[in-house]
């Protein structure tokens, strides 16, 4: 899905051969991802595995829409037996590409990498590009301009946060060290990614100016700063309880 932004409208996976593909919904066709959820995931084929798709699934013939709930050919893998997904996420995406069209999507394609590569251009002369050359739909750094500042890349974006951005995907891919990745997608502007660039350019100076201490208690605006995230990861609450009660578990 997310990787799916640089090439939708533009390139037919079936015709490099793909013959099954698993599609995150996530920000290429709209739907929320992770803490923001549900997530989603639909799995596509190509015509020669149509055969065997688990059923149910619908179809579209002369008569209309219709619901496959029984396989008379013998050939499918068999019927979901678990949860069938989050159905309201596949309405969500369709629409969204119902709505764009064909030359909607391409347009979608074009302009996020036109974005992500506006970025790299902005920003690779103050923060190091592992990969040389042209992007995707999304740009990469890596941590080397912060070496002897004393500041992390985890510094940096917690920082993000008082500019009034949301930090980027931080420390992945994990081959790169301390990785920045950038997916600005194809909703936003010319002058918010400006907006973006400078806060990135002004943060890179104040952290070689020497302000380490500053960007280790950032952010400083929002509600809450540093959260103890081994604890977090060790000792979860993944369901709401009153305060005495939490405080006692912890």
Not at 145 to 154: C, R
Not at 203 to 222: I, T, V
Request: aromatic residues 8%.
């Amino acid at each position: 899905g997310a990787n799916f932004n640089a090439i939708v409208g533009r390139v037919r996976p079936g015709d490099l051969g793909v013959d099954a593909m698993h599609i995150n919904l996530h920000k290429t066709f709209s739907t929320p991802h992770g803490g923001g959820g549900p997530g989603s995931g639909p799995v596509v084929l190509s015509e020669p595995l149509l055969p065997f798709a688990p059923l149910p699934y619908v179809v579209v013939d002369g008569e209309g829409w219709r619901l496959v709930e029984h396989d008379d050919t013998g050939k499918s893998f068999g019927r979901l037996r678990s949860f069938h997904g989050q159905m309201g996420m596949f309405v969500r995406a369709l629409a969204y590409m119902m709505s764009h069209g064909s030359d909607g999507l391409r347009q979608v394609a074009e302009d996020a990498v036109l974005n992500a590569n506006y970025i790299m251009a902005r920003l690779k002369g103050a923060y190091n590009a592992p990969f040389p050359g042209p992007c995707m739909h999304e740009c990469l750094f890596d941590d080397h301009s912060l070496k002897d500042t004393g500041v992390s890349t985890l510094d940096l974006a917690k920082a993000m946060i008082d500019e009034g951005f949301h930090p980027m995907t931080m420390y992945f891919p994990l081959v790169v060290h301390g990785a920045m990745l950038i997916e600005p997608t194809e909703t936003e502007s010319r002058q918010s990614l400006d907006l973006f660039c400078d806060s990135m350019l002004h943060l890179m100076e104040r952290a070689k100016a020497g302000d380490a201490e500053w960007f280790h208690n950032a952010p400083y605006l929002a509600p809450w700063s540093r959260l103890d995230e081994t604890a977090a990861a060790r000792r979860p609450v993944l369901t709401w309880k009153p305060a005495a009660e939490t405080n006692r578990a912890v």
